[in-house]
């Protein structure tokens, strides 16, 4: 049995029968009940999203570019986070900082 509670989950060895194993990841993306998370954060399941995560970032950099703004305000602008540690997370975050070292 798997019984999970918060971060942690206390796991019990168990058998399980099987013809065939299917390992995949989930078709809904979890907010985990965090206020604010559907309406302003960018999910990354779908082709889709990844372009428009990308035209998010290089619009970032387009408005880091207008003149005027000082140090500060183009450190906000360029300040990024990267919610999730999975695999997709640790790629995704590792192509950002590329992406900002050699494109950006």
């Known amino acids: 049995s798997v019984i999970c509670d918060g971060n942690s989950c206390d796991i019990t060895d168990f058998v399980v029968d099987y013809d065939k194993l299917v390992i995949t990841i989930g078709a809904q993306t979890n907010t985990f009940g965090i206020p604010g998370v559907r309406e302003y954060c960018n999910f990354l399941k779908q082709v ?3 372009k428009n995560i ?3 970032i290089i619009n970032c ?3 880091a570019n207008i003149p005027g703004l000082s140090d500060e305000e183009k450190i906000s602008v ?3 986070a ?3 540690a999975g695999p997709t997370g640790i790629e995704f975050a590792a192509e950002l900082r590329d ?3 050699q494109d950006g």
Do not use: K, Q, S, W
Request: charged share 35%.
């Open 48 to 50: 889709e999203d990844a």
């Open 54 to 56: 990308r035209t998010a």
């Open 61 to 63: 950099f387009e408005r």
């Open 78 to 80: 360029l300040t990024f």
């Open 82 to 84: 990267v919610i999730g």
């Open 99 to 101: 992406f900002v070292e």
